[in-house]
């Protein structure tokens, strides 16, 4: 879904003042970025990429207007040329990227920007503010969806996310991620997703008795009718006017959609039970339990563990704002340069902190699957003119305890190419999918993951190597840095 918003300013001030400082003083003519995460949010095996639709809207409104540039002029610390030059900036890099709803891990390029430095510079600060917020939450909302264990997730968090932006593009980062619908109108409106809820307490207290308010919502909505029974006592009150409402309906042949009740406080575990044994012995077998009350995977995973009859999920502050993991903690690093029309020459950031050490040079990812049953076996992180064959044995190995090795043998592999081409010589040549397109290929990815690597808690890892090459470039630049005496 297009917008039209001009987030050219959505930066850091440095970014600018670095970009004024290549301006005065030329030296690259070309430069690659890559942009990538260093550790899973939430204790997750996997995260879900997210937010590539709304990155393409940023590069493609990229631009800067007569007011900003009036706006940075009253800053102080730019200069006439460089702002002149700023009136008629565009971006005419290209952009690689992970389609969004892949599975993906630590350390692997999402996006990878080769442009001319100033351009490339501008855009780290909203790449990484819309990649890293988006994959966040689908990645949360994945774990939600997991714990389920095939139950519907429903996205209930607007009024308790960071502001309008993180509500919606939370939303449909959450419907990437597995959600069946969402409680955000305008997220169902601007991207074509299910919305879904039912009513609030208000409801029920603004009647003059609990049975009213009931009769008077499911007249209004007799094809989905789900009342909130905890409003003065769940098994006193709410269920019997519940069943007694359900039972008028069937009498007026007016049960015919999806209907049933839901929870909201109280120990769900045990009230579930019981006002399933309630609508059972009244004849309403497919009456829903729904829950909501903060919810989260661990709370969820120990509800479907204690034999909860609830199968329908409405899960808010927890998962719109993924309140145990608030960061994706995504970085922008310099991979390559190019001095006038050579080649590009790689760079590589040091650190005292080894997983900090990035990787140099023009790269891709490839993913390696197990042919004999489409299992995700290892990705691996590659220059982008290695080449594979998958008839030949190939040997991958962990790029920081290197005699981890895995001798996969010709035939008993397939390999795929996760990035593709979004932005050409400025110009895009990648049409996103719909969100519910992304949301089931989101859910095919999954799919190839080991159940081990889907756990909640100490998830199995998936390898991330490097080729051959590439680790030894890595290796050859550290040397040269750090030369033996």
């Known amino acids: 879904m297009s917008t039209t918003r001009n987030l050219t300013l959505m930066t850091d001030l440095y970014e600018l003042t670095m970009m004024q400082g290549y301006f005065k003083n030329p030296v690259q003519e070309a430069v690659i970025f890559d942009a990538f995460y260093r550790t899973n949010p939430c204790g997750n095996g996997f995260a879900i990429a997210a937010g590539l639709d709304q990155m393409i809207d940023y590069i493609k409104n990229l631009h800067f207007s007569q007011e900003d540039i009036v706006y940075l002029r009253s800053v102080g610390v730019f200069d006439e040329d460089f702002l002149e030059y700023l009136g008629d900036f565009h971006f005419s890099g290209d952009i690689y990227a992970i389609p969004e709803g892949t599975v993906v891990f630590p350390r692997e390029p999402l996006v990878k920007v080769i442009a001319p430095i100033m351009e490339a510079q501008l855009v780290e600060t909203a790449i990484l503010t819309i990649i890293n917020h988006q994959s966040l939450i689908a990645t949360k909302a994945a774990r939600v969806v997991n714990a389920a264990r095939g139950d519907g997730i429903m996205e209930f968090g607007l009024r308790r996310a960071q502001g309008a932006d993180a509500g919606v593009y939370g939303a449909r980062a959450a419907m990437i991620g597995g959600c069946i619908g969402t409680s955000n109108v305008l997220t169902g409106k601007l991207f074509d997703v299910p919305v879904l809820g039912t009513h609030a307490h208000s409801w029920i207290m603004s009647f003059p008795d609990e049975y009213t308010a009931f009769k008077t919502y499911a007249k209004l909505y007799p094809n989905a009718c789900t009342l909130l029974v905890d409003t ?87 998962l719109i704002t993924s309140k145990d993991c608030p960061a994706f903690g995504g970085v922008y690093k310099l991979a390559a340069v190019k001095i006038g029309d050579g080649e590009f020459v790689p760079k590589i950031k040091l650190s005292e902190n080894t997983e900090k050490i990035t990787n140099p040079g023009n790269k891709t990812v490839y993913r390696i699957y197990e042919k004999a049953n489409g299992k995700l076996k290892a990705d691996l992180i590659s220059l982008v003119d290695d080449v594979f064959d998958e008839s030949k044995d190939l040997v991958i190995f962990d790029p920081l305890e290197t005699w981890k090795k895995t001798h996969l043998k010709g035939g008993t592999y397939t390999m795929k190419e996760l990035m593709v081409p979004v932005f050409l010589k400025g110009e895009c040549v990648y049409e996103s999918p719909s969100v519910m397109d992304i949301r089931q290929y989101c859910i095919e990815e999954q799919n190839t993951l080991w159940d081990e690597t889907k756990r909640l808690v100490n998830p199995h890892e998936v390898y991330v190597d490097l080729s051959d090459r590439l680790h030894e470039m890595k290796t050859e630049l550290l040397n040269k840095m750090h030369p033996f005496n």
């Open 232 to 318: 003065y006592d769940t098994l006193k009150s709410g269920v019997p006017n519940a069943i007694r409402v359900f039972k008028e309906m069937r009498k007026e042949k007016r049960l015919n959609g999806r209907y049933g009740i839901r929870l909201d406080s109280g120990d769900l575990a045990y009230l579930s039970k019981e006002a399933r044994k309630m609508l059972d012995a009244a004849g309403f077998h497919d009456a829903v339990i729904s829950a909501s009350s903060d919810l989260d995977e661990y709370l969820i995973d120990s509800l479907k563990t204690q034999g909860a009859k609830i199968t329908s999920w409405g899960v808010g502050t927890n």
